[in-house]
């Protein structure tokens, strides 16, 4: 079984929802499941998930490096810990969030943002990353109210998305893309992926 998986995906492709319906169904099966989210899940980094999500302009590597260093306070104080205990962790966005939006959409590059956030990780990766797919326009409907990120409009969503296709080519260990039907079969999909992995 995979023991820490990311969901993935464009604003609005329903990460929150399947995160929280993965995770109730692992711990049904009796299963310690810890919960994330990014940017935040520490003090450190739901400070700097207001600054990121609900600040001003922010230059584009500098939003790169934020998203890195809360994610190795992530990494280290929370994630490696649950692991190590067995527990499962379930994540909303991961690095792979970075890579598609700062290396793919903000155009630093995708091995440039990577290779920023290794040396924090530690090696503490996600076994699976799934991306939920679905179209821009979907997406678009479902936010209710965009945050900086999320409102940057249709040309960077659209190239988010084109980002984590590729991801998922150059990675299909790693890297799935999960089709969206129905809350219910959505969350078996994903499921079934970690149960089996």
Known sequence: MIRYVALEGVDGAGKS???????????????????????????VGEEVRSLLLHGGEIASWTEALLFAAQRAELAETVIRPALERGAFVISDRSLYSSLAYQGGARGLGVEAVRTANLIGLGGTLPELVV???????????????????????????????????????????????????????????????????
Request: no cysteine; net charge negative.
């Open 17 to 43: 929802t399947i995160t929280d319906r993965l995770a109730a169904r692992l711990e049904m099966d009796g299963h310690e499941v810890v919960r994330v989210r990014e940017p935040g899940g520490t003090v």
């Open 131 to 197: 991306v939920l797919d679905v179209t821009v326009d979907e997406a678009l409907d479902r936010q209710e109210m965009g945050d900086r990120i999320g409102s940057a409009g249709r040309q960077i969503q659209e190239a988010v998305a084109a980002t984590y296709r590729q991801l998922a080519d150059a990675e299909p260990e790693r890297v799935r893309i999960v089709g969206t039907g129905s809350i219910d079969e959505t969350t078996s999909a994903v499921y079934n992926l970690v149960v089996s992995g």
